[in-house]
């Protein structure tokens, strides 16, 4: 598998775990990991920051698939499959439909510019 089909299979595995996340046959524990790898996923912090050279990606290359993986074999097979199918429509054009999926983006960096205002002006 090429570095860009896998990138392709993360785009469409990403929404999936966030419909398994929602569904109520998902185990707790999966719901857990499914929490963090979403988390994870859209947030604008990595663990390592990407202007670092190499390894500044290589959370995206290999923390995040990981963690995507780790969550699929927690979720039962048959709430997988209904995730995979429902999330096949999440996606237009590389986006997502909703917009307002991007709300905890802007919560956290909106929090983020909070916690540094106060720590200068205080």
Same mark, same amino acid.
């Given at each position: 598998? &090429?570095?860009?089909?896998? =990138? /392709?299979?993360?785009?469409?595995?990403?929404? @999936?775990?966030?419909?398994?996340?929602?569904?109520?046959? &998902?185990?707790?524990?999966?719901?857990?990991? +499914? @929490?963090?790898?979403?988390?994870? =996923?859209?947030?604008?912090?990595?663990?390592?920051?990407?202007?670092?050279?190499?390894?500044?990606?290589?959370?995206?290359?290999?923390?995040?698939? +990981?963690?995507?993986?780790?969550?699929?074999?927690?979720?039962?097979?048959?709430?997988?499959?209904?995730?995979?199918?429902?999330?096949?429509?999440?996606?237009?054009?590389?986006?997502? /439909?909703?917009?307002?999926? @991007?709300?905890?983006?802007?919560?956290?960096?909106?929090?983020?510019?909070?916690?540094?205002?106060? +720590?200068?002006?205080?």
């Amino acid at each position: 598998m &090429t570095l860009k089909e896998r =990138a /392709k299979k993360l785009k469409r595995d990403v929404p @999936a775990v966030f419909l398994a996340l929602k569904d109520r046959e &998902t185990p707790l524990l999966a719901k857990i990991t +499914a @929490a963090v790898t979403v988390a994870y =996923a859209l947030s604008p912090i990595d663990l390592i920051p990407d202007f670092i050279p190499v390894l500044g990606y290589l959370d995206d290359v290999l923390l995040l698939p +990981a963690l995507i993986a780790l969550t699929i074999r927690l979720i039962p097979k048959e709430v997988w499959k209904r995730c995979q199918s429902e999330s096949e429509n999440m996606w237009v054009d590389g986006k997502p /439909k909703k917009w307002y999926f @991007a709300i905890p983006i802007i919560f956290i960096w909106l929090l983020i510019l909070w916690l540094i205002v106060k +720590a200068i002006w205080l």
